[in-house]
């Protein structure tokens, strides 16, 4: 019996040890994405009133203006594209409509500011189009009126190109599982198809497409390259401007306090959506209503609908860019490029490997101990999803350029030995920042897989004598081993694309494709940002190929 009790009284030992250290690391990862926001506020405060008064009178009501107006256009944009695509799709049949349903999600593989580049290059005033325009008809610049591509308007749809997959897919997956009857009663009660999808189906999908469009939306207030490119002055643009033009770290902490308070606004009204999103009646596929076959002009206008989007946001771009390639100076293959190259991969590697683990962390711990404490700490864990990359930039440089600082003077005061910066200008300090703006993404990720790991293997472990880390490294991450390299590679392309945050933090003469990219279009040598623009593409076109598979399995 005395046998016996000290066995069990081991093994709660070795279940208590091992989840103490899943909660030192769970709340330790909490800690580090919720350090930039509170950061953040306290710079702002104590920054004095002197620099938002004069932020009042001058910059702030023109990037609250243009962020609020671009927040506008592409909500509507990704809207009417998203949900129009995914009802013609889903609920009607037409040529190609195989093809279409798959290739509506390609161009989420592309970073906006990479089609603002390739829409420059064909469109601006020295662009072929408007070139080949004066050619034929042999007027001047002042003969004729074109669209202004560097404006709120172009960057606004170049936006919507790349980000209405998002309302697109939750959509789609919305009206995949709505039944038929409520539906096909609006019906025989004398409604129209236009009137039955407005007034039945719509309001049925109203909390995923919500979702999707406030996905959208929060990108868009995340966005620099493209509003940057265009000279549109948004609080995106305003930190970095804010940060390195004008050297005033109080006005870009005051400036990120807005952007961030605007986008902590949006994760709340998101996560209410997702919630009311369980109220969606998915129980009765077998009455899913037969697609109604569409002929003549109807099927012609439904597949131009559906093809457009892809053409603008993807085929097209694609073909300006491989043109805009050939016709660079840049060498892929030369020392300098690898060199980028090699720094992407480094940085994004890393930051996905320690962003993939952090989610882990959090999330076996929220499963062990599900609570309020490891709910919270899964909650602050997701806000990152929701801060723009400037302002996790700012929130992380602001503390540990103190502590540097301060660090530095006492080494000096007591030593006599200068330490420099140790951890400002680090890679490591930019790979946290990565991982606190992905980190929502991998945990969703390894959330999803876990979901399918029953809470009889967890027992059966325990009764075995397991600890919670080997319950965790012999049962659980087998299991996941899909879903962990699904976060991995959803993680290593968003740092791929990822460029406010390397602008501000990437250590000195440390560049990599993103930045690389921006310098030359900011140089307006627009044929040699093609060449890492499409490195980026293709990466990005990884994460989107499973996606498309996905998609192609829910038919």
């Not at 081991?10 to 994405?33: F, K, Q």
């Not at 999808?197 to 990108?219: D, K, T």
Request: hydrophobic share 55%; proline share 5%; with cysteine.
């Amino acid at each position: 019996m005395a046998d016996i009790e000290y066995a069990e009284h081991g093994s709660r030992r070795r279940n208590h040890g091992g989840s103490s250290v899943l909660a030192v690391l769970a709340y330790g990862v909490a800690a580090v994405c919720v350090l930039p926001m509170l950061a953040v506020a306290l710079a702002a405060v104590t920054g004095g009133t002197d620099t938002v008064s004069h932020l009042l009178d001058t910059v702030l009501p023109r990037y609250a203006g243009t962020t609020l107006a671009l927040v506008g256009l592409v909500a509507a944009g990704t809207f009417a594209i998203g949900v129009g695509a995914a009802w013609l799709v889903t609920m009607t049949r037409f040529p190609g409509v195989r093809i279409l349903e798959i290739a509506l999600v390609l161009p989420l593989a592309f970073p906006a500011y990479v089609l603002a580049y390739a829409y420059t290059y064909l469109l601006d005033h020295p662009g072929i189009v408007q070139t080949t325009l004066r050619q034929a008809t042999g007027w001047g610049p002042r003969d004729y009126w074109f669209p202004e591509i560097r404006s709120i308007w172009g960057a606004a749809i170049m936006l919507i190109l790349v980000l209405y997959p998002y309302v697109y897919l939750l959509a789609r997956a919305a009206f995949l599982q709505q039944s038929s009857a409520a539906f096909l009663a609006a019906r025989t009660l004398g409604s129209s198809a236009w009137s039955a999808f407005w007034s039945v189906s719509l309001p049925m999908a109203r909390p995923a497409i919500a979702g999707g469009v406030l996905l959208a939306v929060m990108e868009t207030i995340a966005d620099f390259g493209t509003v940057a490119y265009f000279s549109v002055q948004t609080f995106a643009t305003g930190i970095y401007t804010s940060w390195f033009s004008m050297a005033d770290r109080a006005a870009a902490a005051q400036l990120a306090l807005c952007l961030l308070s605007f986008a902590l606004l949006l994760a709340m009204t998101e996560r209410m959506q997702r919630g009311r999103a369980r109220y969606h009646e998915t129980g009765k596929r077998h009455m899913a209503m037969p697609p109604v076959r569409l002929r003549g002009w109807r099927a012609g206008l439904a597949l131009l609908l559906c093809a457009t989007p892809v053409l603008l946001g993807c085929v097209l771009p694609a073909v300006v860019l491989f043109g805009m390639g050939l016709g660079s100076e840049q060498d892929l293959l030369s020392r300098r490029y690898t060199g980028f190259i090699r720094n992407s991969i480094t940085l994004a590697g890393t930051a996905a490997c320690l962003t993939v683990l952090s989610a882990i962390a959090v999330g076996f711990f929220q499963r062990l101990r599900p609570g309020r404490r490891s709910g919270i700490a899964a909650y602050v864990a997701r806000l990152g999803y929701a801060v723009p990359g400037g302002v996790i930039a700012v929130g992380l440089l602001v503390p540990f350029a103190a502590f540097d600082n301060a660090f530095d003077a006492w080494m000096r005061s007591t030593f006599d030995i200068s330490t420099g910066l140790l951890v400002t200008g680090s890679i490591w300090l930019l790979v946290v920042a990565y991982m606190v703006r992905f980190l929502a993404a991998a945990l969703g990720a390894y959330e999803g897989g876990q979901s399918t790991v029953h809470a009889n293997m967890d027992a059966a472990s325990r009764s075995l004598g397991e600890t919670p880390l080997g319950t965790l490294r012999r049962v659980h991450l087998p299991i996941l081993t899909p879903s962990l390299l699904t976060a991995l590679l959803i993680v290593f392309v968003d740092v791929m694309k990822e460029l406010p945050a390397t602008l501000i933090m990437r250590p000195f003469n440390y560049d990599t494709l993103a930045v690389q990219a921006y310098r030359l279009a900011s140089d307006e040598r627009l044929e040699g940002a093609a060449v890492p623009s499409l490195v980026i593409v293709a990466v990005g076109l990884l994460p989107v190929i499973l996606i498309c598979r996905q998609v192609g399995r829910n038919r």
